[in-house]
């Protein structure tokens, strides 16, 4: 606790297996360079992102990577109070691997998790995997109109660093 009886909150490490597949919140497993890679040359809501503008969304994240045995084969993120509100993020599966359930195990071990049980609210953007997300009650903004958001997709493109 600190002075004002606040606290930082410290999350368990969760790890899950089926078969051969393990989902991990453990930072020390994710391959940080490769999920960087994908998600900077294959996406278009992270197109160029800098390797460490990447490395603090980590570090300040509460991360799910998906393995098979070693190798890193998806990821999710979620930025969240872990009171009110939470904002699923990055969620990927490498194309060789789908189809094989793992996005909605993936999914499923998130919507789980101990410290995002009660929450009031959770967000996404998404325009590929509307199907996934409304199995896990996610739905469309019934009052787009009262949403605001500041936008610069283009953020990245200015920053000179290489990927």
Do not use: C
């Amino acid at each position: 606790m600190n002075r004002k009886g606040l606290k930082n909150l410290e999350l368990e490490i969760i790890e899950r297996h089926k078969g051969e597949f393990t989902i991990s919140t453990d930072l020390n497993k994710l391959d940080i360079v490769n999920i960087h890679k994908f998600l900077a040359n294959n996406t278009d809501w992270s197109a160029n992102i800098p390797l460490d503008t990447f490395k603090i969304s980590i570090e300040n994240s509460l991360n799910f990577g998906l393995y098979l045995e070693n190798k890193q084969i998806g990821f999710a993120r979620i930025i969240s109070d872990y009171a009110t509100i939470a904002y699923l993020g990055d969620v990927f599966i490498l194309e060789e691997y789908r189809g094989k359930g793992l996005s909605k195990w993936l999914m499923s071990e998130i919507i789980a998790h101990p410290n995002l049980q009660g929450l009031r609210r959770w967000i996404l953007l998404t325009d590929t995997a509307e199907w996934l997300y409304k199995k896990f009650g996610f739905t469309a903004l019934p009052k787009p109109e009262v949403y605001m958001e500041k936008h610069n997709p283009n953020v990245y493109n200015h920053l000179g660093e290489s990927i």
